[in-house]
């Protein structure tokens, strides 16, 4: 079975978590190319999509469906968004295509997220794709160097500017194992707009389909504090 069927058995699975006459918030990237469509085959009627990137409201536009700017709604009842990485308790790295500010601002607003992807996301650790970092243009060098200091090795994505207009620092070997103290750490960086690394909102639930199915992962609960001593 090849990438592609997979993504589109990820992208069929999701179909089911559509409200009929709801509101529906779509990511970017090619996962979510194969749900546009399918959403658009359905015939399901929706009240309207929000999109995070100007490639998906143009496909959007192209299938018919109707499209929802940010300031025409106040909830979103689910957003369907693919992702780079995955691990186990469904912490992301997102931004391979660029439109991770987006991404995230429709993760933060949606009440479930659902993140669709063929198997080959998986990954026990983040880290092995290049985590991609939003930055304003005027701080590069600096948001660089501070990387640097933290042990990553940051490559500018040449000739690319974000839907923001903003360039991308793709990070390549920083240590992602504590995704919510990095996500938060890095965000905190002057001249950051937006870090790549989903683990403060999480999906709800990962539907990754696979040669023998689509399989669907609810999110683990966040790892508990240790109890206090003699406690
Ligand atoms: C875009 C993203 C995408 O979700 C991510 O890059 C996965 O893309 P694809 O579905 O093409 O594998 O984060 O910013």
């Known amino acids: 079975m090849d990438q592609q069927a997979l993504k589109r058995g990820a992208a069929e699975a999701a179909l089911a978590e559509v409200e009929e006459h709801g ?9 979510v190319d194969a749900f546009i469509d399918v959403l658009a085959r359905s015939m399901l009627p929706v009240k309207g999509v929000i999109a995070a990137s100007a490639a998906s409201e143009r496909l959007l536009h192209a299938r018919g469906l109707p499209v929802l700017g940010l300031a025409d709604i106040d909830r979103l009842p689910v957003y369907i968004d693919g992702a780079d990485e995955i691990d186990p308790q469904l912490n992301l ?14 993760a933060e607003l ?3 997220f659902i993140c669709i992807a063929d198997a080959s996301k998986r990954v026990e650790r983040l880290g092995r794709f ?59 960086l002057p001249g950051v707009v937006t870090v790549g690394i989903f683990a403060r909102r999480r999906p709800e639930l990962a539907l990754i389909a696979a040669p023998e199915g689509v399989l669907a992962l609810p999110r683990p609960a966040a790892a508990s504090a240790a109890p206090a001593a003699g406690g």
């Open 23 to 31: 509101i529906v918030g779509v990511g970017s990237g090619s996962t």
């Open 130 to 188: 290049p985590l991609p970092i939003e930055v304003v243009s005027y701080a590069r060098s600096f948001v660089a160097r501070r990387l640097v200091a933290l042990g990553g090795q940051p490559v500018w994505r040449q000739d690319y500017l974000t839907d923001n207009g903003n360039p991308i620092l793709d990070v390549h070997g920083l240590q992602l194992d504590a995704p919510l103290q990095i996500e938060r750490t890095l965000e905190a």
């Open 93 to 106: 790295i997102k931004g391979g295509g660029g439109a991770l500010t987006r991404e995230k601002v429709l």
């Open 110 to 112: 949606s009440e479930r």
